[in-house]
């Protein structure tokens, strides 16, 4: 009902629109790199006014005032190269953030104050491309996370405490979870190279080629209908 969005521009930093992209502003005081990557925004927006945004350079920049300040959050990490998040969608509850960097999984438990590494299992952690977390993550604590050049998917069924394989796929781009995940464990993967989409209805344990009418293609982005 707020009508807002945030768009991130490579090299010029966000901008926020309050009327549904009508009229945009630029929104950067405090951040002191604009090369920005990704976004998480608190589920719990309307009342915390939370924003998340990772760069390529600065680490990780926290908003609680709808982006017109930031503050740098990096206590804890080993890179200031982040690339993606996925949030808790219990996050008013339980302050959980994930942060895929350049060497790694990282999740903090208190809102970014401070970040701990998650790579108990992971390899290829120098190419991991995309991150995903179930929407029931507060009972399941699902999270899975993939990796490019040497292509795996993996999962974590205890909050990134640990790591398995479930997919040896090269060129992950994208993961996309059900919203109704916690029924129907339904999982798409968006790769490059031609290899396109695949697609698991048991949260990982098996895999098929969903591209007919695609054909093989890359696959930059993937959205489901809630």
Same mark, same amino acid.
């Given at each position: 009902?707020?009508?807002?969005?945030f768009a991130a521009l490579k090299?010029?930093?966000?901008?926020?629109?309050?009327?549904?992209?009508?009229?945009?502003?630029?929104? %950067?005081?405090?951040?002191?790199?604009?090369?920005?990557?990704?976004?998480?925004?608190?589920?719990?927006?309307?009342?915390?006014?939370?924003?998340?945004?990772?760069?390529?350079?600065?680490?990780?920049?926290?908003?609680?005032?709808?982006?017109?300040?930031?503050?740098?959050?990096?206590?804890?990490?080993?890179?200031?190269?982040?690339?993606?998040?996925?949030?808790? +969608?219990?996050?008013? %509850?339980?302050?959980?953030?994930?942060?895929?960097?350049?060497?790694?999984?990282?999740?903090?438990?208190?809102?970014?104050? %401070?970040? %701990?590494?998650?790579?108990?299992?992971?390899?290829?952690?120098?190419?991991?491309?995309?991150?995903?977390i179930s929407p029931n993550y507060?009972?399941?604590?699902?999270?899975?996370?993939?990796?490019?050049?040497?292509?795996?998917?993996?999962?974590?069924?205890?909050?990134?405490?640990?790591?398995?394989?479930?997919?040896?796929?090269?060129?992950?781009?994208?993961?996309? /979870?059900? +919203?109704?995940?916690?029924?129907?464990?339904? /999982?798409?993967?968006?790769?490059?190279?031609?290899?396109?989409?695949?697609?698991?209805?048991?949260?990982?344990?098996?895999?098929?080629?969903?591209?007919?009418?695609?054909?093989?293609?890359?696959?930059?982005?993937?959205?489901?209908? +809630?």
């Amino acid at each position: 009902s707020d009508q807002t969005i945030f768009a991130a521009l490579k090299g010029i930093g966000v901008y926020k629109s309050v009327d549904a992209g009508s009229i945009w502003s630029l929104v %950067n005081t405090g951040l002191t790199e604009l090369d920005v990557r990704d976004f998480a925004i608190s589920p719990n927006y309307a009342a915390d006014q939370t924003i998340f945004v990772c760069t390529g350079g600065g680490g990780i920049f926290k908003s609680t005032d709808g982006g017109n300040s930031w503050s740098a959050v990096n206590m804890g990490l080993f890179t200031t190269y982040v690339f993606h998040f996925a949030i808790s +969608p219990d996050y008013a %509850n339980d302050q959980t953030i994930f942060a895929v960097g350049g060497n790694g999984v990282y999740k903090s438990t208190n809102g970014g104050s %401070n970040w %701990n590494v998650v790579n108990t299992g992971l390899t290829d952690t120098d190419s991991l491309s995309a991150i995903a977390i179930s929407p029931n993550y507060a009972v399941d604590q699902t999270i899975f996370v993939g990796t490019y050049y040497f292509g795996h998917v993996f999962k974590s069924v205890n909050g990134g405490g640990s790591w398995s394989v479930v997919l040896n796929q090269p060129y992950v781009r994208f993961l996309a /979870i059900s +919203p109704n995940y916690a029924v129907d464990q339904t /999982i798409f993967v968006g790769t490059n190279q031609g290899y396109s989409v695949r697609k698991s209805t048991n949260g990982g344990s098996s895999w098929s080629v969903y591209n007919t009418g695609m054909g093989n293609v890359d696959v930059i982005s993937l959205a489901i209908s +809630p």
